[in-house]
């Protein structure tokens, strides 16, 4: 299993220091705060590294096979610590989106930091704001991913329904890409900590709504942190009891 090591950075902004990434090993540039509060007032939330991040680059460090090999795609990648994790275990190539420009700045010195440690494909960030479906069909069309994957997207319930047309685009521009067939399915992973009771299931009644994509498995990562996969063409997973 691959290791990542956050550490120190050297530019103007501090870097995170918590104990739960010891056991990673990227150069990882971040704002420091306090709360979720302090950063969402100052909408530098993409700049914090939160939970799900951290969770999600584990999990993406004990089974490479989710990701290894495919073409990969980010969304709210804030300072990139998934979309990193998914570039040294073997992604084909990471595209990472944000719709901040600042946190994408940020984002770009972190691939920089570590380039030397990621695999042969290719990554690079692109500027994405949730809801902008022909934006996201374009993105699909130039990058033709095949895993999508976020982390802590969810924190937020006001922005679920332009995150939910957004991964629609992306499926929907995916199946028009396929050549002969039944297209294969959009595999979108999901690390969702539960600061609300129920924080993903304002991404599941939307993505209900605009349809497309189903969830396929739940299951959990670490303490308030659940891993959601989605899939496009499949059928509803069960709600564990």
């Not at 530019?11 to 990227?26: C, D, E, N, R």
């Amino acid at each position: 299993m691959a290791s990542l090591q956050f550490t120190a950075s050297s530019s103007p902004l501090p870097s995170y220091s918590h104990a739960k990434l010891a056991a990673l090993g990227l150069s990882i540039e971040a704002t420091s705060a306090d709360s979720v509060e302090d950063v969402e007032a100052a909408d530098t939330s993409g700049a914090a590294v939160w939970a799900g991040s951290v969770s999600l680059a584990e999990e993406l460090l004990a089974r490479p096979e989710l990701v290894a090999g495919t073409r990969v795609l980010e969304l709210g990648c804030g300072v990139g610590v998934a979309g990193l994790a998914a570039a040294v275990v073997g992604a084909a190539s990471v595209v990472l989106t944000d719709g901040n420009p600042s946190v994408l700045a940020l984002c770009r010195r972190n691939i920089e930091a570590n380039r030397g440690k990621l695999g042969a494909g290719t990554c690079e960030c692109v500027t994405l704001e949730w809801g902008e479906v022909h934006a996201a069909a374009a993105l699909a069309a130039a990058h033709r991913p095949e895993v999508v994957i976020g982390a802590d997207v969810g924190y937020d319930p006001s922005s679920q329904d332009a995150l939910a047309r957004t991964l629609v685009a992306l499926s929907r521009r995916s199946a028009q890409q396929s050549s002969e067939g039944a297209p294969p399915p959009l595999v979108v992973v999901l690390a969702e900590a539960t600061r609300y009771r129920d924080v993903h299931g304002f991404l599941r009644t939307s993505l209900a709504d605009v349809g497309g994509l189903s969830l396929v498995a739940e299951r959990k990562l670490a303490d308030k942190v659940v891993l959601l996969q989605y899939e496009s063409g499949r059928a509803i997973c069960p709600r564990p009891q």
